[in-house]
């Protein structure tokens, strides 16, 4: 299985969709955008792909465009707040108590 993600900005989520599939939806991450700043506020993964690395392949995917895009990423959807709690590389692009926004 490949998973290929793909920012689709005017529907306001990233797509993770299986190559080996036909390019079929394995699961999305909405957000929405201000200026620098996206808040993530929603992560759905298609149920034949759960338990199969999809979430995983896509918060990264998306924690790693932030970072190239020079975002600040607010984790409004709960999973993804203790998911980043566990990985402390990306703190440098989370919003936190003690950042400030631009």
């Known amino acids: 299985m490949v998973i290929d993600v793909t920012d689709v900005p005017d529907r306001e989520r990233f797509e993770a969709r299986d190559s080996d599939a036909d390019g079929a939806l394995a699961g ?3 957000y929405q955008l201000t200026g620098k700043v996206i808040a993530v506020t929603h992560v759905e993964i298609t149920p034949e792909y759960a338990d199969r ?3 995983e392949t896509l918060t990264r995917a998306v924690m790693n465009d932030a970072r190239q895009r020079a975002r600040v990423v607010v984790p409004i959807y709960p999973p993804l707040a203790d998911w980043l709690g566990k990985h402390p590389e990306y703190n440098s692009i989370v919003a ?3 950042k400030k926004l631009k």
């Open 28 to 30: 999305l991450m909405t």
């Open 96 to 98: 936190g108590a003690t």
């Open 53 to 55: 690395g999809v979430e």
